[in-house]
Structure formats: structure tokens, C-alpha cells
């Protein structure tokens, strides 16, 4: 059973830096997403930051590319989420999610992820 835990939210000021983590277990695929997809209050889900196993290649959605970073943690099953510079527009749920990928399908819609975490609330306010 994959299960998907996610920490660190909270708030912070505009123009700060927050670290979000997921860990993951029961991931039995070798060729998967780990993902963040946030959800603002009165909008659609969006995913904002995948990475790829067993490549490591990263992505980011073009509108949080310049201040999102997703890397791993000091441990293979850690995902990080950092967000940079953060805006009142960066108000949301976060979720960790991750999938199988069948080839090379993409990880950068909602859609393609099939395991949540609870999702963790970051507010982005002085």
C-alpha cells in the first residue's frame, strides 16, 4: 500500500522560503512520479513540481518554475518541495501524490497521479 506522508507547512511572509517534505513508501514500480499539487480555495487542482525515478529528472509548471525546486532528501523515499519568494497567490493545500508511469508518460497533471497524501495547508500572508 503506498502511502504518502507530508510535513512542514505553515505560514510565512511574502518573499519568504518554506520547505515542504513527503515521504513515500510501498512504492513498488521502478518507473514513477513523486509530485506536489496544490489546490487554491475556489480553483482546480494544479500540479506545480514532479520527479521522476529512476531518472531524477525534475519539472516544475512554468508558472512556479522560477521559485518551486523539488528535490530529493537526504534519503531516497524524502521528497522535497522548496518554495522561494512566496506570494499570497502560493496560498493553498499542498498535496504530495505519486503514480506509475506507464513508458514515458508525463507527470504534470493531476490526472496521472493515483496515490495522495492528506495534503498539508500553506498560507502565504504578513
Known amino acids: 500500500q503506498v502511502q504518502l506522508v507530508e510535513s512542514g507547512g505553515g505560514s510565512v511572509q511574502p518573499g519568504g522560503s518554506l520547505t515542504l517534505s513527503c515521504e513515500v513508501s510501498g512504492m513498488t514500480s521502478s518507473n514513477y512520479c513523486v509530485g506536489w499539487v496544490r489546490q487554491i480555495v475556489g480553483k482546480e487542482r494544479e500540479a506545480v513540481a514532479s520527479i521522476y525515478s529512476p531518472s531524477d529528472f525534475t519539472w516544475a509548471a512554468s508558472s512556479v518554475k522560477t521559485r518551486f525546486g523539488i528535490l530529493r532528501g537526504s534519503s531516497e523515499n524524502v521528497v522535497l518541495l522548496r518554495i522561494f519568494d512566496a506570494t499570497p497567490g502560493d496560498t493553498a493545500m499542498y498535496y504530495c501524490?505519486?503514480?506509475?508511469?506507464?513508458?514515458?508518460?508525463?507527470?504534470?497533471?493531476?490526472?496521472?497521479?493515483?496515490?495522495w497524501g492528506q495534503g498539508i495547508q500553506v498560507t502565504v500572508s504578513s
Open positions: 501524490a505519486a503514480g506509475s508511469r506507464s513508458g514515458y508518460e508525463p507527470c504534470t497533471t493531476p490526472a496521472f497521479f493515483k496515490h
